[in-house]
């Protein structure tokens, strides 16, 4: 007996492999533990690399997973000074003319992921965006119409493409770059931009979107320019039309009702709502409204633009 107890312990001491060694352990049966390889971080003992390094670098233009975004254009949409591209990709259109596929290719895609939301026509009225069988409706935010003048001439082309790969507005339109890959974000916005101009002649392939405002000083000129540039006009309306949030239209000096009580629509109740719009929500408006980042001047010019709006 004591003698079949000594036999099993050594042949358990000698299965224990220790700590690593740079001396091949024993095995009765080579298999794949034990064949002829190299490995990450030790020394090259082959001969076969001048450096003595097994670990090698890339071999020149390899492109591996997870570095396809060297083309900021292409990956992200945006232009060599960072900002939202007027211009498309070479593979996507080149000398005003889309690419033979790329527009029938977006239409398939678009009909795939876009359509419940924004529909058939892009006019945000998908299925999603109907009414729930309560009466009341299904989505918080209405989907963009995406033939309006604020989408259809204001918004360049890389901010199209960034809505689809980094979603819209904290959320309310999510991210579908999981969904979908790069190509078919460039085949959907061309999609879109095509049926855009096809609807109006006077839209051009590359719309010159909206110019950067420079605020020197607050008037409600430049409040004018900012209420678009910004992107207020997507959810604000100016003619008393009840979009996401309430209209600018006689807003001023107007008494509403929120979340935090009754409220004067002044200076003080703009820059909150501008830079906390959760603090103060007006009652039958959703809460979609995220925090905007402005100077102090251009919350100025867009206050003194609201005055002007009776």
């Not at 090259?44 to 890339?58: I, K, V």
């Not at 900012?226 to 604000?236: E, R």
């Not at 809460?287 to 010019?301: C, H, K, N, R, Y």
């Amino acid at each position: 007996m004591k003698t079949r107890i000594f036999v099993v312990t050594v042949f358990a001491l000698t299965a224990c492999r220790g700590w690593e060694t740079e001396n091949r352990p024993i095995h009765l049966i080579k298999n794949m533990d034990t064949q002829e390889k190299g490995k990450a971080y030790r020394r090259d003992s082959t001969g076969l690399f001048a450096d003595g390094r097994m670990m090698r670098a890339p071999v020149e233009g390899t492109v591996a997973q997870g570095q396809l975004g060297e083309d900021d254009l292409w990956e992200l949409g945006v232009d060599e000074k960072g900002e939202p591209s007027k211009e498309w990709p070479a593979s996507v259109a080149e000398g005003g003319k889309f690419k033979d596929g790329i527009v029938e290719r977006g239409e398939n895609r678009y009909a795939i992921y876009c359509t419940p939301c924004h529909g058939p026509l892009l006019d945000g009225k998908g299925l999603v965006a109907g009414l729930a069988l309560d009466g009341g409706p299904r989505l918080t935010v209405a989907p963009a119409d995406l033939h309006s003048e604020r989408v259809a001439k204001d918004m360049v082309v890389g901010k199209i493409y960034s809505a689809i790969r980094n979603g819209v507005n904290a959320s309310n339109m999510p991210s579908y770059a999981a969904q979908i890959p790069v190509a078919d974000r460039w085949a959907i916005a061309a999609y879109v931009k095509a049926q855009q101009m096809k609807k109006d002649p006077s839209i051009p392939i590359t719309s010159g979107g909206l110019a950067v405002v420079v605020v020197n000083k607050a008037d409600a000129e430049t409040g004018a320019l900012l209420y678009k540039s910004k992107g207020c006009n997507a959810c604000h309306s100016i003619d008393g039309a009840k979009i996401v949030g309430p209209t600018f239209k006689g807003l001023w000096g107007r008494e509403e009702e929120t979340s935090a009580g009754k409220v004067t629509v002044d200076a003080a109740y703009v820059k909150e709502s501008i830079l906390n719009p959760m603090a103060k929500i007006v009652n039958g408006f959703p809460p979609a409204m995220p925090p905007q980042v402005l100077t102090d001047l251009e919350i100025e010019s867009i206050a003194l633009y609201m005055q002007t709006l009776k």
